[in-house]
């Protein structure tokens, strides 16, 4: 599993929505609130005794944050993502999202809910 796995993230991290890229430009390096993001983090959770792996869009180990960006394929997940997201709540990460529509639309304005969100739960 573990080639596998490195091999899945290092090709997620080629293959990437034009609101993804736009996002990690303006959140790589350091450039908010000097936090190191990382895209593609696998991060393993356990269901029925079963070893998972969830891939997170971006992560941020520091605050144990996990960002995900929902294009339309999200609006039929929506119950999928939701136990997803409890999952990693109760295993101590913050999940938040943004649409890929929003970060296209006004990336400024989504930068801006992302340090709020830094800054509450810092």
Known sequence: MGMDLRYLTRTLRHQFTVAEARFWEVIR???????????????????????????????????????????????????????????????GYKVIHFFNRDIEKDLPKTIEKLISHLKLNS
């Open 29 to 91: 390096n350091r450039q908010i609130m000097n936090l190191k993001f990382v895209r593609q983090h696998p991060i393993p959770y356990e269901i029925d005794g079963k070893l998972n792996v969830f891939v997170t869009d971006f992560y941020c180990a520091s605050n144990k944050l996990i960002i995900e960006l929902d294009g339309s394929s999200h609006i039929d997940s929506k119950e999928k993502d939701e136990i997803r997201d409890n999952i990693l709540t109760k295993k």
